[in-house]
Each structure stands twice: as structure tokens, then as C-alpha cells.
């Protein structure tokens, strides 16, 4: 089993930036990718990026590129999403997730840290 944590969740004027953090614990060995998820008030969760830990490839949600970027620290090890030119369509709830699994879909999940990006 994998435990999560998100952090670095909090309020930025539009067009400011925020580091999101997901420390990683438990069976670390399991973990094929990681992900990043956010869900606002009214909406479903959506996917924003992942990282996979097999191929060391990168995916992100069109909605973010160029503006978000996701990296890894070994050493941690903990999963990072680097947020610039904040907008207030990016306000949420932003979910860190994990693939445990070769194939299928993500299946640990943090608790979830809140952004709100003001106009």
C-alpha cells in the first residue's frame, strides 16, 4: 500500500505561481506513475498530469501545458507540480495520485489540497 500527502496548496493572485508537493510512503516499489488530478466546486475531477516512473515520460492535461510542469525527486522521494501563470480557472482541489498496477488506472489517493487563484 502507498500512502500520499499533498502540500503546498494555498492562494495566488492570477498569473502567480504555487509549487504543489506529494510525498510518497509505503510500498514505494509498487508505484508504475504518478499523477495530479484537481476537482472544482460543481465539476468532476479531472486529469492535469502524470509522470511515469517506468519510461521517466510526462503527460499534461492541454488545459496546462506550457504553464505546469511535473518532476520527480529520487531522493525524497516526493512528486512535485510546478503551477505558473496561475489562472483563476485553475482554482481546486488538486488530488496526487499513484498507479500501483501495469495496467489500469490510478489507484492511491491523497487527501487533497485546496488553490484558489483570485482575479
Known amino acids: 500500500q502507498v500512502q500520499l500527502v499533498e502540500s503546498g496548496g494555498g492562494l495566488v493572485q492570477a498569473g502567480g505561481s504555487l509549487r504543489l508537493s506529494c510525498a510518497t510512503s509505503g510500498r514505494l516499489f509498487s508505484i508504475y506513475a504518478m499523477g495530479w488530478f484537481r476537482q472544482a466546486p460543481g465539476k468532476e475531477r479531472e486529469f492535469v498530469g502524470s509522470?511515469?516512473?517506468?519510461?521517466?515520460?510526462?503527460d499534461l492535461a492541454n488545459s496546462v501545458k506550457g504553464r505546469f510542469t511535473i518532476s520527480r525527486d529520487n531522493a525524497k522521494p516526493t512528486v512535485y507540480l510546478q503551477m505558473n501563470s496561475l489562472k483563476p480557472e485553475d482554482t481546486a482541489v488538486y488530488y496526487c495520485?499513484?498507479?500501483?498496477?501495469?495496467?489500469?488506472?490510478?489507484?492511491?489517493w491523497g487527501q487533497g489540497t485546496q488553490v484558489t487563484v483570485s482575479s
Open positions: 509522470f511515469d516512473f517506468v519510461g521517466g515520460s510526462t
Open positions: 495520485a499513484a498507479r500501483t498496477r501495469v495496467f489500469g488506472g490510478f489507484d492511491s
